[in-house]
């Protein structure tokens, strides 16, 4: 027996075929503008049992660059708008740490000589996490370790 989509999955679907078919082409598909919404979104009850990082899975599905994905990330959690003030940045600066991380996997899984194909994304991404590690509970518990534990692998493997 088939259930109906909750509304979070359907929304997501419905984003998911849209980058698709239109390629992810920032200007009839710009990631600035529907990313936001979707984390937006992700906070409210019509999500909620939705993936921890489902929003930003959606655009990894896409095949959005993950570089196209931090600034906009950091331009929610440095906006401080609501809802994403006070304890709920956390949310945000989780994701920007989940970014990092699948970018690293990705870019270890490709066998690239230079982590996040170039010694300026892994500097970028260093300082992102250098700065959310300093910031007083932006991170907490299993993210906080995963930003530690990343930050030290960027580190050695730039070495």
Not at 78 to 95: D, K, L
């Amino acid at each position: 027996m088939l259930r109906d989509a909750l509304p979070w999955e359907a929304v997501g679907d419905k984003v998911r075929n849209l980058g698709r078919r239109l390629q992810g082409a920032d200007a009839t598909f710009p990631v600035q503008t529907l990313l936001p919404m979707l984390e937006r979104y992700s906070l409210e009850d019509a999500a909620r049992g939705a993936p921890k990082t489902w929003a930003i899975d959606i655009f990894l599905n896409v095949d959005i660059p993950h570089e196209s994905l931090l600034p906009v990330l950091e331009q929610i959690y440095y906006g401080n708008e609501h809802p994403f003030v006070g304890t709920q940045r956390r949310v945000i600066a989780a994701h920007m740490v989940y970014v990092v991380k699948t970018w690293l996997e990705g870019s270890s899984r490709r066998g690239e000589r230079i982590p996040f194909g170039s010694e300026e994304n892994a500097g970028l991404c260093v300082d992102l996490l250098r700065g959310l590690l300093a910031a007083r509970d932006a991170l907490v518990g299993e993210d906080r370790q995963d930003a530690e534990q990343l930050q030290s692998a960027i580190q050695r493997l730039m070495r």
